[in-house]
């Protein structure tokens, strides 16, 4: 029930894992890694808005976030009790044209920022290299 979340050396990210809810922030439910040709370059990196990269990724159950190099974050997946801290309970990223810029960051307060994210459940199988925000 976990996604894999990995930040590639360009800053892209790439998820992979169970997809239930959206939180591989494809367009889709369907599960990656567990077919042939499915990993590799035929594993699309996350879109997570024009011109933004990731600087640390966070996965928690059945959900994914992202601190985007703006300082920003965005999350995706599950949303039942508000995990992805968007003011709903609506899944995101399970289906198309719902990430990238139609994805909003968190609203984190006035003239705030994200410098680090981590996810809050002990299982957690994504790591990431953390890289400074540049601002």
Do not use: Y
């Not at 790439?14 to 889709?28: P, T, V, Y």
């Not at 933004?52 to 949303?79: H, I, M, P, Y």
């Not at 307060?109 to 994210?117: D, E, H, K, L, V």
């Amino acid at each position: 029930m976990l996604a894999r979340g990995r930040l590639l050396d360009d800053h892209s990210l790439k998820c992979w894992g169970s997809n239930n809810n959206g939180q591989l922030g494809l367009g889709d439910t369907k599960n990656r890694g567990d077919e042939p040709n499915e990993m590799g370059d035929d594993l699309p990196a996350i879109d997570l808005g024009q011109g933004r990269s990731a600087v640390q990724v966070a996965c928690g159950f059945q959900f994914t976030c992202a601190l985007l190099d703006n300082g920003e974050v965005k999350c995706w997946g599950f949303n039942h009790e508000g995990e992805l801290g968007l003011g709903d309970t609506k899944n995101r990223g399970d289906r198309r044209l719902q990430m990238g810029d139609n994805l909003p960051p968190v609203e984190l307060g006035s003239g705030r920022t994200a410098t680090q994210i981590s996810s809050l459940i002990s299982t957690s199988v994504c790591e990431a290299t953390p890289r400074p925000a540049r601002f």
